[in-house]
């Protein structure tokens, strides 16, 4: 069976969630490397997390041949330049959510990636686990009926007015943070792409969204909703309410269902039904489906094609709410 050796980009806080515990339940998958921009952190962090290497610079990392994909969980500022970096030096790219800054850096990232015959997947975890699959199988098989109206929700309290996801020029906000996971379960489980009708957002300094809300409409006259902050009322929130003709469903915790808890319900003339997914994270799920698409030909849900029409729809919903998009880091 095929290795796949990542290295990561920065000692991030998300990083042993979303790489290091899932990558060790996997024989053929080893997180081989991590650079941070002090070399002193990559240190700490590689023998805190029993990483053979450190490097000492994220350049180094990504030209290394002991490498044969990166994992990219630096500031959204950061995704479109160091990914297109390592797609150049020859890596598969696992890029945290949002791929960009912008649609504009989702589309070079994509084309990039085409050039250099290498995969690009934006890291949407909550598509890979089978509550997603079960909940996308339920509308596309009309289980309650042609879908009339889909909202989805997620906020989070994060008082900390230093955080990265405060700082417009690191391409931060709420709908950049939380928002772009509820406009990609809108996308995939009615599977079409939405137009956005209208947005409303609050927000802090210097053009930063803390909330955001936003209608949108599809193609089959389906109504969409979604609304996302950072600190906001309500303080916490995870869920997807959907309506149909024939009844509704509701899903409790669909980002990351393995947390604490979650559920499914279905409500249909013939009752209510709910069903609960005890299953490996997100993470994990998700991990395996990027070995696969590398390795197995595995066709890819969450790739560059895909993360530029959610691009697409986080530049409306800012345009929509009177607010500039994000701009990238400027490195020249």
């Not at 990351?256 to 249909?268: E, V």
């Amino acid at each position: 069976m095929k290795k796949l050796r990542i290295g990561t980009l920065g000692a991030a806080n998300i990083t042993p969630m979303a790489l290091i515990k899932p990558a060790s339940l996997f024989k053929n998958i080893e997180v081989v490397g991590v650079a941070a921009r002090n070399h002193k952190r990559a240190e700490s962090f590689a023998k805190r997390y029993h990483i053979p290497k450190f490097f000492t610079s994220y350049e180094e990392l990504i030209q290394s041949d002991s490498i044969d994909a990166i994992y990219n969980p630096l500031p959204n500022s950061h995704h479109a330049y160091w990914s297109i970096k390592a797609l150049r030096a020859g890596k598969h790219v696992l890029c945290e959510k949002p791929i960009a800054s912008n649609s504009k850096e989702a589309i070079e990232m994509e084309k990039v990636a085409l050039e250099e015959n290498k995969i690009l997947m934006e890291a949407f975890h909550w598509r890979y686990h089978p509550l997603a699959r079960r909940l996308i199988s339920l509308v596309q098989e009309k289980k309650v009926g042609v879908i009339q109206n889909i909202e989805a929700s997620f906020c989070i309290p994060l008082p900390f007015w230093n955080d990265i996801r405060y700082n417009f020029d690191l391409a931060g906000g709420a709908l950049m943070d939380t928002g772009c996971y509820t406009i990609s379960i809108l996308r995939h489980v009615m599977q079409e792409e939405p137009k956005v009708i209208s947005a409303q957002a609050k927000t802090v300094r210097n053009n930063i969204d803390r909330y955001m809300s936003a209608k949108l409409k599809f193609p089959s006259g389906a109504q969409g909703a979604i609304q996302c902050s950072i600190w906001a009322w309500p303080l916490l929130s995870a869920h997807v309410h959907i309506y149909g003709e024939k009844g509704s469903i509701h899903v409790a915790n669909p980002i990351a269902p393995h947390i604490l808890y979650n559920h499914l319900s279905i409500r249909t003339s013939e009752g209510l039904t709910t069903e609960k997914f005890k299953e490996q994270s997100t993470y994990y799920h998700q991990l395996q489906h990027f070995y696969d698409v590398i390795h197995n030909n595995t066709p890819i849900i969450t790739g560059g094609k895909d993360a530029i029409l959610n691009m697409n729809i986080i530049d409306e919903i800012y345009r929509k709410a009177g607010l500039p998009t994000r701009k990238g880091y400027n490195y020249y």
